[in-house]
Nanobody, 128 residues
Framework: QVKLVESGGGSVQAGGSLRLSCAAS????????MGWFRQAPGKEREGVAA??????TRYADSVKGRFSIYKEKPNIMYLQMNGLKPEDTAMYYC???????????????????????WGQGTQVTVSS
C-alpha cells in the first residue's frame, strides 16, 4: 500500500495557474505509473494526466497545452496547471500503480481502474 498526499489546490480566477503536488510514501520515480484524476460534483471521476514509469505522458484532450505532469526524484509528482478555466473546478486526486517491471502503457494510463492507490484529494476552484 502506497500512501499519497496531495497539496497545492486552491481558488483562482480564470486564466490563473496552480501547481498540484503529490508526495508518495515510497520511491515512485522510475517504477510506478502515476496519474491525476478529477471529479466535479455530480460527475464521474476522469483522468486528467498521467506519467508512466518511463516518464512518458498522456493528457486528456480538455487539458492538452495547458497542463503539464512531471515527476521529481524520488517520490514527488506535480501537475502544473496554466490557463485555468471554470470547467477545471473539481477535486483533484493523485493515483499510483506499481512497482512495475514494465510501464502501464498508453491505453491504460488514464483509466482510474488501473490504479489501486489513491490520495485524499485537493480542491481546485476556478471562478470566472
Amino acid at each position: 500500500q502506497v500512501k499519497l498526499v496531495e497539496s497545492g489546490g486552491g481558488s483562482v480566477q480564470a486564466g490563473g495557474s496552480l501547481r498540484l503536488s503529490c508526495a508518495a510514501s515510497v520511491n515512485t520515480y522510475s517504477t510506478y505509473c502515476m496519474g491525476w484524476f478529477r471529479q466535479a460534483p455530480g460527475k464521474e471521476r476522469e483522468g486528467v494526466a498521467a506519467i508512466d514509469s518511463d516518464l512518458s505522458t498522456r493528457y486528456a484532450d480538455s487539458v492538452k497545452g495547458r497542463f503539464s505532469i512531471y515527476k521529481e526524484k524520488p517520490n514527488i509528482m506535480y501537475l502544473q496547471m496554466n490557463g485555468l478555466k471554470p470547467e477545471d473546478t473539481a477535486m483533484y486526486y493523485c493515483a499510483a500503480e506499481g512497482p512495475r517491471q514494465y510501464g502501464c502503457g498508453w491505453h491504460y494510463m488514464l483509466r482510474n481502474t488501473e490504479y489501486p492507490n489513491w490520495g485524499q484529494g485537493t480542491q481546485v476552484t476556478v471562478s470566472s
